[in-house]
């Protein structure tokens, strides 16, 4: 009987410890004078999961608390949300006491996903920054544009055959899906293979998972993003194993065929990630030159997959409800196109179009895919006259809040293109604009996902008039890291 009670004054205690250890780690912000949003016990403010998207709620937590710095908690680790862009210039170009991503940087049991630029650092990053570099050249980009535009071709006849004759509406997200998939893997790795001629293609395996959005793929992103902790103990991997394995499989067996053959195709980006294995061989990394290799193809396809995608959902479904708007780029697009003698532009026409890039900038604005981009200071830092943030402290610049702001966007919610006529094509106008981030770790493949949405779009719309078929508000996925809507929106396209 004396032990029972031992144990379970024991029990009580340890239970009694851990109880009050976590009430004092939820006084962190209040200790600090900082404003925050109250936790709820163990999931911090995690209590949204499941019954809205991440992008709701750092839009929403702005709302809430218009002050240009928020507390939250990540489960039990304390962050800090910064909304102005004074404060997001600071993090984002301070490379020195910003140098790492908050997010899971995966385990040596899962090579693909801990090797690439995106988690990558110290040494690695720098190393594989510089690597990267040369990948995205104005030559380059000119053959890759060639490539795109054959999948762009095949995408206008699959809208013709599919959706124009048989007077079927179109799920933009899963048509979208399929342009990109094929984009990739002919870019990439010179696969004619097309899923928008019904052709099986191993790349669809690979990004129809990553774009697949349930309740287990929604508590891996959440974990992998906000508490790395947690997916570092549980050894979670970027991409599952069957994924993995079929990624594999497909490069190489491009490879072998090529060399089999005595092939080099310099059109496509598969070489020049074969190159990247022996210039990381060569600089010290030879035990892991191969994996470095096919993580970086493997975090390129994640990376544009999508992103892209969400986007050209997102611009066509405007398009459809913005038939001024819609006309004024179809006319942009028919004079550049009647001046060219061509259906399909190159490179250099497609920068010609200055209203087709301030189209993708505001949906970008108003639709920006990743609501918030994330940093983790190697030392305290200075934020403001007030504010110290501790070493491993997380910071989350509010790219959604910053979008909406009424000071530099006036009317947010409004799609406005007009916005981004006086703007170049990457201008981060004062750190208020940041699709696709800004400073040291800024998107490097920003070039190439600004020419597959280029492409798809002239195809689309000067083949076709976009009209509305479903109300307006869309609501988003719940469980997608990426602003997506939630059944993939629908259109009607009509042949001009």
């Known amino acids: 009987m004396l032990t029972l009670c031992l144990f379970t004054l024991f029990v009580i205690a340890i239970c009694s410890y851990i109880y009050f250890s976590i009430r004092k780690r939820y006084n962190y912000w209040k200790d600090r004078g900082i404003v925050h949003e109250e936790p709820r016990f163990i999931v911090g403010n995690f209590s949204f999961f499941m019954r809205k998207s991440f992008w709701e709620y750092f839009y929403d937590l702005k709302k809430k608390f218009p002050q240009d710095c928020v507390g939250i908690y990540l489960g039990l680790q304390p962050g800090l949300v910064v909304q102005s862009p004074e404060l997001a210039k ?28 995106f988690v990558s650092k110290g ?68 696969l004619r293979l097309s899923t928008l001629k019904g052709e099986k293609s191993p790349l669809w395996d690979i990004t ?34 069957p994924a993995t394995e079929i990624f594999k499989k497909m490069f190489w067996s491009v490879v072998k065929l090529r060399q089999a053959k005595g092939e080099k195709n310099n059109t496509d980006l598969l070489e020049y990630f074969l190159k990247l294995r022996d210039k990381f061989a060569a600089i010290g990394y030879d035990d892991l030159s191969e994996n470095l ?42 004079d550049v196109v009647r001046r060219s003698g061509k259906n399909v532009l190159d490179y250099t026409e497609l920068s010609e179009l200055k209203y087709l890039i301030a189209v993708i900038n505001e949906t970008l604005r108003k639709c920006v895919p990743l609501q918030h981009l994330d940093r983790v200071p190697v030392n305290d830092y200075q934020l403001t006259d007030d504010i110290v943030l501790e070493k491993g402290i997380p910071i989350m610049v509010n790219v959604a809040a910053l979008h909406h702001d009424e000071r530099f966007f006036p009317e947010p919610n409004e799609w406005r293109p007009e ?25 490097i493949g920003k070039r190439y996902g600004m020419l597959q949405l280029k492409t798809a779009l002239v195809q689309i719309v000067h083949n076709f008039r976009i009209e509305p078929i479903m109300p307006y508000e869309l609501k988003s996925d ?3 890291i990426v602003l997506a809507p939630i059944d993939g929106a629908s259109v009607k396209f009509v042949p001009r």
């Not at 140098?99 to 049991?109: I, K, M, P």
């Not at 986007?311 to 004024?328: C, D, G, P, R, V």
């Not at 201008?427 to 696709?436: E, G, R, S, V």
Request: charged letters at 20%; one cysteine or more; a neutral charge.
């Open 208 to 241: 129809s998972h990553i774009t697949k959005c349930n309740f287990s793929r929604g508590m891996e992103i959440l974990t992998i993003f906000f508490i790395p902790s947690l997916a570092e103990a549980l050894r979670m991997k970027f991409f599952s194993g």
């Open 123 to 190: 040494r690695l990053r720098k190393d594989l920054q510089q690597a990267y570099s040369p990948l995205f050249t104005t030559a380059r980009l000119k053959t890759v544009t060639t490539l795109m535009n054959i999948n762009a071709q095949d995408l206008k006849e699959k809208i013709q055959k599919d959706f124009v004759e048989e007077g079927k509406p179109v799920n933009i997200k899963k048509l979208m899906t399929m342009y990109v998939t094929d984009t990739l893997a002919f870019s990439v790795f010179g």
């Open 419 to 443: 916005r981004f006529l006086t703007s170049s094509e990457f201008d981060a106008l004062n750190y208020t604009f940041l699709p696709f981030g800004e400073g040291h770790r800024s998107c």
């Open 293 to 334: 290799m096919l993580s970086q193809a493997a975090a390129f396809i994640m990376a544009s997959i999508e992103t892209t995608t969400v986007t050209l959902t997102y611009t066509i479904f405007e398009l459809a409800y913005h038939q001024e708007e819609q006309e004024k780029l179809y006319n942009e697009i028919n």
């Open 90 to 117: 600071k993090v984002l170009v301070d490379s020195d006491c910003f140098q790492h991503r908050f997010t899971y940087s995966g385990t040596v049991g899962d090579p693909i996903g801990s090797l690439n630029l």
């Open 478 to 480: 719940p469980y997608s």
